[in-house]
């Protein structure tokens, strides 16, 4: 990436990865509820606890992924 520090350059890139893993969480589990609504015949596709508790612990694991990313990079480049 140019002049960054290698932490910097990391957590940036731990960023990325982060949104990115925790968006297609997001998009598998709004469509697993969806198909869910269809076959229980109900208008609106809603979370259920454990998809909830999914999506709290990929979010709260998303959260070291940036920090963790910036050690690899500075330990490494």
């Not at 869910?36 to 508790?53: C, L, N, P, W």
Request: charged share 20%.
């Amino acid at each position: 990436m140019g002049n960054l520090h290698p932490a910097i350059e990391g957590a940036l890139v731990g960023v990325v990865i982060a949104i990115v893993l925790y968006g297609l969480e997001y998009y598998l589990l709004r469509k697993q509820a969806a198909e869910r609504a269809v076959r229980q015949h109900k208008t609106g596709a809603e979370f259920d606890s454990t998809e909830k508790a999914r999506l709290h612990s990929v979010g709260r694991m998303c959260l070291f992924v940036p920090a963790f990313f910036a050690l690899m990079y500075w330990m490494l480049f």
